[in-house]
């Protein structure tokens, strides 16, 4: 097997590894068990491989690194705003009739 097809297949990988959990916590707009610390350790890491890739001229490296933000930054602000409401939710106000 070509060492670039190995790589290829790991940037799908970890490209497409978050997108599942995001798509189930936007249809079904709850995210009980989402862990906003674990989203934000993986989107640093995530961070992080696109440095070292562009240091490194890692082709495959910065796309999977790219494409992996996206669907954990979108999951990543969805958990942190439902889980400030959460823990501060917004008292409306009755208005008087």
Known sequence: ???AL???IGTFCSAFAMLPQC???LRSH???GASPLTLAIYGIGALAW???????RDVPLIVS??????PTGI???YVWFATKRE?????QISSPT
């Open 30 to 32: 709850r995210c009980e």
């Open 65 to 70: 690194s790219i494409l992996a933000l996206v």
């Open 50 to 56: 696109v440095g070292y890739g562009v240091n490194t």
């Open 1 to 3: 097997m070509d060492v």
């Open 75 to 77: 999951t990543l602000v």
């Open 87 to 91: 823990l501060f939710p917004i008292r």
């Open 6 to 8: 190995l790589g290829w």
């Open 23 to 25: 798509i189930k916590i």
